[in-house]
């Protein structure tokens, strides 16, 4: 899966979001190390500020089919590569869309 997309943006900000959208600029980019997206949150520090991801590669941790039980003289397969990704979340602007509380009697 490729990071700069929903499921991607998705994956980074957590599940207390919703991903509205990918930012157009993010998509006028191309490759980059950086996007923008729009998110929807009970509350801003829900957003993570630091999130930690591990990829492996592309067909990682399939077993191949085997007919009755492996020998006991079978190696192993070592543990596949694993890449880290250390993703800072910078908000840059909030909207807060909290309706306004109904003033006092006699203020205008």
């Known amino acids: 899966m490729q990071l700069w997309s929903l499921e991607g943006a998705a994956e980074i900000i957590g599940d207390k979001c919703i991903i509205d959208r990918l930012d157009t600029r993010t998509h006028e980019r191309g490759h980059t190390k950086t996007f923008a997206c729009w998110v929807w949150v009970w509350d801003v520090a829900n957003i993570p500020t630091r999130r930690i991801i591990w990829r492996a ?3 990682a941790g399939r077993v191949e089919a085997m ?21 800072l979340v910078h908000v840059n602007r909030v909207e807060d869309w909290t309706p306004p509380s109904p003033r006092p009697f006699g203020f205008a």
């Open 67 to 87: 007919l009755g039980h492996s020998r006991p003289s079978r190696e192993v397969a070592p543990p596949p590569g694993v890449r880290r990704h250390d993703m």
């Open 57 to 59: 590669k592309h067909g």
